[in-house]
Structure formats: structure tokens, C-alpha cells
């Protein structure tokens, strides 16, 4: 086997493998093949010694592009005008002249009268008990008689002597107490309570009323009155067509497949793959463990960051390395 249909082997191997991890991600099958079949004969251009390379899909890119569409279209409108009015001022009569009896109110004089307002009458009145503090002399023992040691001429020497004993009589006790007596029972007076009067002012009357004759002269006013200075009429207005800008998105060039240097066993280390891993989740990408281990779950998360970013897809390139703020050259 010649050295040209090795490295076509090997390059044609690399586009299987991406085949099974990123065609997914490619804009058609047959593009993607097409690619692929390209590329058989080719290898990385300016590789160097200890870098790893792999084709990976660059998407295709868009660009927008600004349709006006017609939303609505030109049509016209009837409006009514209405009709304007103009206020002027006239006087109106409002009454007319007329006559009627005015009634000329009776004459009253005013006199002073002294009026019984209440009349003499009698209560009675209770006027209360009255008191007065007594001292009683209350017994607090009965006399008695008792016996005591009396002195003698003879006083007890020994025991061989008699003792001398006195009966005395023992005057009762008596204690003073203070005592609320009445001295004057409850009783009731009459009292009697004249009269009360008081002057009044009394209307008499000293003359009565009567009636006279009053001509009542017309009364005018000046209104307001609102006339028609121009008839309600119909107007048409021409209503213009309205148009919208409606972005289009258009594919300026397809996605294609390039190699790109990207990471892998030679200048990879489990410090940087947890760099990355750290990287990913501060940006929102979920690689699971921070365990610098390229598994399945950091792959994914590499993945759904590259769509995102619109970035070099298929394998965990410097580029995104480098988009994630994660110095590839850290590998040691």
C-alpha cells in the first residue's frame, strides 16, 4: 500500500468518525457527503508537531434581508363634518307686564307683661340623722381573789420557817370605748318655694292688615341663542396603503467541512478538560462533573455552545477553547 493511499485511508477514516458525531449537525446528507468525498485525498495544510487535527462542519452563513410587504391596502373613508353653529345674544321677553294685590302685613305693638312662668308650691325635705361620738366604759374582766407572797416580821429562813401567803381582792377591768349614738332622728321639713314670674314681650296688634293694587312691569333678559352658520356636510379621506419590513432570512454560503486543530490525548490534560468544564457551566452549558474527564455529557454541552455561537462544529476545537476565555496552551 503507497504512502498517498494511506493518508487517503486515514483522512476517509476521520470522515467516517464525523459522520457518526456530526452530520446531525450539517445542513443536508448530501452535503455533508459531498464534503466528504472531497476531502479523501486531502490533509491538514501547515499541521504541526504536536497538535491534533479533525475536520469539523463550519455552518453556512445567513444574512437578512429586508422585504416590504404590503399589509394593508390604499382605501378611503367617509366623514360626516357636522354642521357649525354660532352663538348670538337677543333679549327675550320672559314676562309680561301684569298687576296683582300685594298684602300689606298687620301693625304690631310690643308690650311687657309679667307672666307666672311656675307657681308657689311646698316640698318636702328629708334632713338626715344627726350623730354624736359617746365614751363607754365596757368591762373587759370581773374582780377576783388570788393569792400572794406576804412579808412579816418573821421572814422564812429554812425550810424548818413557814411561808407567808396573802388572799387579796383583784378590782375588775373596765376599758373605755368610743360609741356613734343619734342625737337627733331623721325627719322632713316643708319648705315652701314661691312662685316664679318673668316679663314677656306680648305682640298686640294696633293695626290690621289690608290689601293695595301693584303693577308689575314686563321683564326681559338677554339669552344666548346658538344659530347655523354651515350645514353638516360628508367629507372622503384618502387613507394610504401601509406597508410592513419583513426580514428574510437568506443563505449567503453553505456549510462545509475544514480541518481545525483541536485537543485530544496529546495535548490534552484532566486541569485543562476541568478549566473547560467550569467554562462551560459559568456560560449556562451544563457538562455535568467538573471531573477532567471528556465524557459524553461535556461533549454535549460543547455542542449545543458551539451551535449557539454559529462556531466550527463535531469536536472540541482551540476555537472554542478560546471562545470559552480557556487558554488552550495551559495543557501542562
Not at 301693584?214 to 339669552?223: E, L
Not at 490534552?268 to 467550569?278: G, H, R
Request: hydrophobic share 40%; with cysteine; proline share 6%.
Amino acid at each position: 500500500m503507497t504512502f498517498k493511499s494511506t493518508q487517503a485511508h486515514i483522512v476517509l477514516a476521520c470522515a467516517l468518525m464525523m459522520g457518526t458525531t456530526g452530520v446531525g449537525l450539517a445542513q443536508s446528507q448530501d452535503e455533508v457527503d459531498a464534503q466528504y468525498a472531497a476531502a479523501t485525498e486531502l490533509l491538514p495544510p501547515d499541521a504541526r508537531a504536536g497538535e491534533c487535527y479533525a475536520r469539523v462542519f463550519i455552518p453556512g452563513t445567513t444574512k437578512r434581508v429586508a422585504n416590504k410587504v404590503l399589509v394593508k391596502e390604499a382605501t378611503e373613508k367617509l366623514e360626516v363634518v357636522e354642521a357649525r353653529y354660532e352663538t348670538v345674544e337677543e333679549t327675550v321677553e320672559i314676562q309680561t307686564a301684569s298687576e296683582e294685590l300685594e298684602i300689606i302685613p298687620a301693625v304690631f305693638e310690643t308690650r311687657f307683661e309679667t307672666v307666672i312662668v311656675e307657681p308657689e308650691r311646698e316640698v318636702q325635705e328629708v334632713v338626715d340623722a344627726v350623730y354624736e361620738e359617746t365614751e363607754e366604759k365596757v368591762k373587759i374582766r370581773e374582780a377576783y381573789s388570788t393569792w400572794k407572797k406576804g412579808e412579816g416580821p418573821i421572814q422564812r429562813y429554812d425550810e424548818a420557817t413557814g411561808e407567808i401567803m396573802c388572799l387579796v381582792n383583784v378590782p375588775a377591768e373596765y376599758k373605755v370605748v368610743s360609741k356613734r349614738v343619734i342625737k337627733v332622728p331623721p325627719r322632713t321639713i316643708t319648705k315652701v318655694i314661691p312662685a316664679k314670674t318673668e316679663k314677656v314681650e306680648v305682640k298686640v296688634m294696633v293695626e290690621p292688615p289690608k290689601t293695595r293694587k301693584v303693577t308689575i312691569p314686563a321683564k326681559s333678559r338677554t339669552v344666548e341663542v346658538r344659530k347655523l352658520v354651515a350645514p353638516a356636510s360628508v367629507k372622503k379621506i384618502e387613507i394610504p396603503a401601509q406597508y410592513e419590513t419583513v426580514y428574510e432570512v437568506k443563505k449567503e454560503a453553505a456549510g462545509k467541512m475544514e480541518w481545525r486543530p483541536i485537543l485530544c490525548n496529546t495535548n490534552a490534560s484532566p486541569k485543562l478538560i476541568q478549566k473547560l468544564q467550569v467554562a462551560l457551566r459559568e456560560k449556562g452549558y451544563n457538562p455535568g462533573t467538573i471531573d477532567g474527564v471528556l465524557g459524553g455529557g461535556t461533549m454535549e454541552a460543547i455542542r449545543r455552545y458551539q451551535r449557539a455561537k454559529g462556531i466550527a462544529q463535531g469536536q472540541l476545537t482551540i476555537e472554542v477553547m478560546r471562545e470559552l476565555g480557556v487558554d488552550p496552551g495551559a495543557s501542562i
